[in-house]
């Protein structure tokens, strides 16, 4: 076997089940390639996603974050990702003001219709984090792998 | 027609020619479609099939107005115009084969003979 | 002590060519508290199942993790099978290894890597999932169907038939539609107002059903069983109750000059009127943008000569609310204006025309009664070209990327039809491919090429030139004879693309139901579940859906009210018990979570406390209606001290797959 | 002022008014004035003090006091009628148990500042025309008042009271403050710059919760941080990450709630400018979302439980300035 030194970012993705969980599914069903770096975790809508979450992630070893809701407006429970909107660039924003890479973390809306987009997202997502190399700013020593 | 040249082809003229679905309202639209041996969906069809050869001999290359009413018309955004104007250029730039090579250089090269001259030629004569 | 089981699924070829299957059931088995980890062609099979629920009694399983396709697929086959068995269906996990994992990857060691790591997370979760019940709640028996054209009327006279209330809510003065405009229908040629007025008598009779005319919906709130909806009913100045619709303040209204919107503006109608001889209801209507008295108070006319006194130009817009237990979409389509096509001139020459306009063209109601004229001048058209493709299978901004669907037939029809009645008229059809699958659809379009002569050319038109003698020249392309035409032509007709009604988007924002991105609403399924969204109790009945023609439509009209029977004849239905909840001790009562609630199912109330101290304390703490809760979870983050928590993806499980993944 | 408001105590305690009255008293050292209540009139007149070191916001204490028997009496400073209208918000204090009474806000003096100076064995702080005479033990020392000025103090932002029963002294107004200059400045910074800093400023931490148990905003009856089932409780900051985790997630379970009284970066042991999270929070929800003052009211949506349908997108945080 061939041995990779490329850094292999690990990628949490939250997904809400109604639009970008089913988006993921559609690229799935359509073929469409992403990096398998990217794991998702269901939700039943971005609303449900903790800052705790969040920081948990990288805590134990997360080089990048992101969240992909329903497009603002088509939420299945109306109003969900409208705080998930204030609530993610709030935080987003805090993290970026403790000088915490801004390009580790992401907010994207992905529709149920959109498997290509969702896919497009997750290559241009796991190249920024590929990029900014290992997250080195928020994690735990404790945590880190080796 | 060799491999290289259609890639060539499709490199310069930015055009996925498989986005065709042949509805041929290129033609339809064409000022200069009479003039033509080759008609604006035929040169779209070929390319796609790496039938080049014909095209590049073709008068027809000469006979496209570059008007881009197809590319304004094209329902699918293949943009033929740039394809006839990419095998244009293929014809174009093989003509003559009057390009110098690196080792006829040495010989031609005098103390005297200013860079700025060098470089010069060299353009000219791969023209 | 966690026994936990693991069933990886081949599923096929599907997960086994790209994930070593056998290498994941075996990296699982060694999580904590797993006792057995399998593999198995295909789990959701009868076998497959067997070996879930055999392995459930065996081990005495307390959960069971599924590695196989998305849970949205085969979630509820392994939480029955489990239940069916005694385990509670909410201590199933699924690790979706086939559309997010297996289809996505190429490389087998990555892609099996991550199928461990899912199945790991699945694992990691299912340790800490509790036994949930699900609760009951009502069912309102009464449907609400939104559109009243052919779709929307057929699905309320279906759901009106099981003995169902329905009602049908219609932006415009009369329902029917766009098949009301229509002449013929294809492949039989009968007559469309014949075959669709008596079912609008029906809806008009049926004593289940009511017509809500020149209304929209303004408000949904609620969730499947229990709707409330405020139906606005547009101010129409003529009260519906009085008017007869006898139709004399149509006859004698002197502001004759307003563009007739059912005649696709080919002719003019009076400001008040009735769209047309079948209107259901055939009640009367005043348009305040052309009425001299609702726009400078002097006129009065249709008020003096209404004999019942109907005529109120002093109504505004009423807002009713109403319950319902299933709402059906059936908002259908309108044909995209093709003025952005600047090439088929249809902006600058009346003679070119949509195919909507020459149904009105040919229909006996028309403006010219039935005889086919050029709108320019009124004089028969010799030769006339269609054009098919205009706005579909488009990759611009002006167009629709997508098939309509249903021009090419109805062209074949309008060929044939004019080939009939004027068999001195020569009629070409520029087609880049005809498309007619469909029950005798084929030989319909053979019929019109072999029996009636008409030109069908393989090829597109390039430039419609209107000239100064009043004809038309059509430039096109024949690829087949590889020329380019010049047609001499008196008509053109442009057989538009179709795209959904304006009014969809907001109204699926009001459902919280998905889009495409053209528009359509999208089924829960594109193959299993194609009349649902994916928005429980919300039912999609017609072009709303996707393209469709008249058969099409009713059909899945049809469907949509059996969805929708189906829902009505429970009493209650089975409620998602993954609903949030709040721990009393640790309420603040800050009412956070309150204020972010979509469906108001928190409520506080004043409790007594225990203290430590053995006093007691009273606190205000919140507690949430299962019945009412959707489980979304944008109270469990509002909520600053982690009281709330949501069943099925509480705090600790997420966390616990987020720490999986990360490990 | 200390004396008149021993005296309107004293009144309200005889008719009956109220039963008990927060105030403040001193601690273990004069300078150390820490909140108390108190039962009589005797009590008033022997321990009773509001001065220039009177620092402490005391509408935390009401959220318990007010669930009591009786009515209490307490002094608002305006900066403290912000957190006290917050929790009438959130029915956190019962409003009709406490009698309120504005008194005139600062600028109060910090002794931290004072002890820079070099100045040790504090016994008293008099300010005479703005000049401050310190009697220690060593012997009497003066420096200029606005020299000890509390750093909640120099940006106040308001000194106008929004809730009050009566008032004593002039009623002010909002301030325009200066208080986002700093956050303005490290925005400006690069991120390597700015990480940095709170590197340097949070693994100061010692997890000692006094900027919790202080705040006005975190009155949570149990603590995430201490419930073990949260996932994330811990007592001590073992690691960089959990001193940085501590205190966002504190910083975000209080924005669109915190009124910036800055009591948090008073009480901290080791002088961790905190203020500073809550009031990047304040500076990005007036600027995305409009200005907001947290406890300006009591019936307004908080910020980040409301929405609308063109805010902006997260991607500002990524378009913005210096990476």
Not at chain 3, 23 to 36: D, F, N, T, Y
Not at chain 3, 603 to 630: G, H, I, L, W
Not at chain 4, 256 to 267: F, K, L, N
């Amino acid at each position: 076997m061939q041995v990779n030194n490329d850094f292999q970012p690990v990628i949490v993705a939250f997904c809400c089940n109604w639009c970008s969980y089913a988006g993921a599914d559609l690229s799935g069903t359509n073929r469409l390639n992403y990096p398998a770096n990217v794991k998702i975790i269901r939700v039943p809508c971005s609303c449900r996603v903790n800052p705790m979450f969040i920081l948990r992630a990288f805590q134990k070893g997360a080089d990048g974050v992101i969240i992909c809701g329903c497009h603002p407006g088509d939420c299945h429970y109306t109003s969900g990702n409208y705080y998930t909107r204030r609530r993610i660039t709030l935080l987003y924003s805090m993290l970026d003001f403790l000088g915490i890479e801004r390009n580790r973390t992401r907010l994207e809306w992905v529709s149920a219709a959109e498997g290509a987009k969702f896919a497009a997202v997750m290559n241009s997502f796991v190249d920024e984090v590929k990029k900014l190399g290992p997250n080195r700013r928020l994690e735990d020593l404790r945590c880190r792998k080796q | 027609m060799n491999k290289f040249d259609l890639e060539w082809i499709n490199l310069t003229s930015g055009v996925n020619v498989r986005k065709c679905m042949r509805c041929g309202k290129c033609s339809a639209t064409c000022p200069s479609y009479d003039e033509m041996e080759y008609h604006p969906h035929q040169f779209v069809y070929m390319v796609e099939k790496g039938n080049i050869e014909p095209l590049l001999g073709s008068d027809s290359l000469y006979k496209c107005l570059t008007c881009f009413a197809c590319v304004e018309r094209c329902p699918r955004g293949v943009e033929p115009a740039k394809v006839v104007e990419a095998v244009r250029l293929a014809a174009v730039r093989k003509q003559g084969g009057n390009h110098l090579t690196p080792d006829q250089i040495p010989a031609m090269l005098d103390d005297d003979l200013p860079q700025q001259a060098i470089v010069t030629a060299f353009r000219k004569y791969t023209k | 002590m966690q026994r936990i089981g693991v069933f990886v699924c081949h599923c096929g070829t599907n997960i086994a060519a790209t994930v070593d299957v056998k290498a994941v059931a075996e990296a699982l088995s060694h999580e904590p508290g797993v006792v057995i980890s399998q593999d198995y062609q295909y789990m959701c099979s009868e076998s497959g199942q067997d070996l879930v629920k055999n392995a459930i009694k065996e081990h005495k399983l307390t959960g069971v993790v599924v590695c196989s396709c998305s849970p949205r697929m085969h979630e509820n086959t392994f939480r029955k099978a489990a239940a069916s068995v005694g385990l509670n269906p909410y201590l199933v996990e699924i690790a979706n290894i086939r559309e997010q994992c297996s289809w996505i990857h190429k490389d087998i060691a990555s892609a099996t890597d991550k199928a461990v790591i899912l199945g790991k997370a699945a694992v990691a979760k299912v340790h800490l999932n509790a036994p949930l019940t699900a609760g009951e709640s009502p069912v309102v028996k009464r449907a609400l169907v939104i559109g009243g054209g052919i779709a929307g009327i057929q699905t309320a006279l279906d759901i009106a038939e099981a003995g169902f209330d329905v009602d049908i809510v219609e932006k415009e003065p009369t329902i029917g539609g766009k098949m009301a405009q229509i002449d013929k229908t294809f492949p039989t040629l009968d007559c469309a107002a014949c075959i669709l007025t008596p079912k609008m008598v029906e809806a008009a009779q049926n004593e289940h059903i009511t017509i809500h005319s020149f209304s929209e919906v303004s408000d949904v709130k609620g969730f499947v069983g229990n709707f409330t909806v405020t139906i606005k009913k547009k101010a129409r100045y003529v009260d519906e109750t009085k008017c007869t619709g006898c139709g004399l303040c149509t006859e004698k209204c002197p502001m004759k000059k307003v563009p007739n919107e059912f005649n696709m503006g080919l002719d003019n109608r009076t400001a008040v009127y009735i769209p047309f001889a079948q209107a259901v209801p055939k009640v009367a209507t005043i348009d305040p943008n052309y009425c001299m008295m609702l726009k400078n108070g002097k006129c009065g006319i249709c008020s003096k000569v209404c004999s019942v006194g109907a005529i109120d130009y002093k109504q505004t817009d009423r807002f009713i609310e109403q319950k319902y237990g299933a709402i059906v979409v059936a908002t259908g389509f309108n044909p995209i204006k093709p003025d952005k096509y600047n090439e088929f001139a249809y902006s600058i020459c009346p003679d070119v025309v949509t195919s909507l306009e020459l149904e009105r063209l040919m229909n006996a109601a028309g403006p010219n009664g039935g005889t086919l004229l050029r709108p320019s001048d009124k004089t028969h058209p010799h030769t006339i070209v269609f054009v098919q493709c205009v706005g579909s299978r488009c990759d611009d901004e002006k167009g629709k990327p997508y098939c309509s669907k249903i021009c090419c037939m109805y062209t074949a029809k309008h060929a044939m039809l004019i080939r009939e009645k004027y068999p001195d008229t020569e009629v070409y059809v520029f087609y880049i491919d005809v498309r007619t699958p469909g029950k005798n659809f084929d030989e319909f379009y053979r019929r019109a090429v072999e029996q009636y002569g008409v030109h069908y050319i393989k090829g597109m038109v390039g430039k419609v030139m209107p000239r100064s003698d009043g004809k038309i020249d059509v430039q096109a392309s024949d690829l087949l004879s590889n020329e380019q035409l010049h047609i001499n032509a008196d008509m053109v007709v442009l057989a538009t693309a179709i795209e959904p009604d304006k009014t969809a988007r907001p109204l699926a924002t009001m459902l919280t139901t998905q889009m495409d991105t053209n528009d359509f609403f999208t089924e829960a399924h594109p193959k299993l579940r194609p009349v649902e969204s994916a928005t429980a109790g919300i039912i999609l009945s017609g072009a709303c859906q996707g393209p469709k023609d008249i058969p099409e439509t009713v059909a899945q009209a049809s469907a949509a009210a059996a969805k929708a029977i189906g829902l009505l004849v429970k009493n209650s239905i089975t409620c998602n018990p993954c609903v949030a909840h709040s721990d009393e001790l640790m309420c603040n009562g800050c009412s956070s979570c309150e204020k972010v609630c979509p469906y108001g199912a928190i409520t506080y109330q004043d409790k007594e406390f225990r203290m430590p101290d053995r006093t007691t304390a009273v606190r205000r703490v919140a507690s949430v209606n299962p019945a009412v809760c959707q489980g979304c979870g944008a109270c469990t983050v509002a909520c600053p001290s982690g009281a709330m928590d949501l069943n099925g993806f509480s705090n600790s499980q997420i966390m616990a797959e987020v720490d999986a993944i990360c490990k | 002022m200390q004396e008149a408001m021993i005296k309107r105590a004293k009144e309200l305690l005889a008719d009956g008014t109220v039963n008990r009255v927060m105030g403040w008293k001193k601690g273990e050292f004069a300078y150390d004035i820490t909140p108390a209540v108190f039962d009589t009139a005797e009590e008033l007149e022997q321990d009773f003090v509001c001065d220039d070191l009177t620092q402490a916001n005391v509408s935390k204490y009401l959220i318990k006091e007010s669930r009591k028997e009786g009515r209490i009496l307490a002094f608002l400073k305006p900066c403290d009628t912000y957190s006290f209208n917050q929790l009438i918000k959130e029915h956190r204090i019962i409003r009709e148990n406490v009698y309120v009474i504005g008194i005139p806000g600062g600028p109060k003096i910090d002794v931290e500042k004072i002890k820079a100076k070099g100045i040790t064995g504090i016994l008293s702080v008099k300010n005479e025309d703005y000049t401050l005479k310190i009697e220690t033990i060593y012997g009497t020392e003066t420096m200029p008042f606005y020299e000890a000025i509390s750093g909640k103090c120099e940006s106040c932002k308001s000194k106008k009271h929004v809730v009050y029963d009566e008032l004593m002294g002039e009623e002010g107004d909002v301030l325009d403050s200066n208080r986002f200059d700093m956050v303005e400045k490290l925005e400006n910074m690069t991120a390597q710059e700015r990480y940095d800093f709170w590197r340097g400023e949070l693994s100061k931490c010692i997890r000692c919760n006094a900027c919790r148990n202080v705040c006005p905003a975190c009155t949570c009856e149990s603590c995430v941080f201490d419930n073990p089932a949260s996932g994330i409780s811990q007592k001590a900051a073992a690691d960089s990450f959990e001193e940085n985790m501590f205190h966002i997630i504190r910083a975000f379970h209080v924005a669109g709630r915190c009124t910036d009284c800055g009591e948090c970066s008073r009480v901290c042991p080791q002088n961790i400018p905190l203020h500073l999270l809550n009031r990047k929070f304040i500076k990005d929800i007036n600027s995305l979302y409009g200005e907001y003052q947290a406890g300006a009211d009591t019936t307004s949506r908080a910020p980040l439980t409301d929405y609308k349908a063109d805010d902006c997108e997260p991607s500002v945080v990524h378009e913005r300035g210096a990476e």
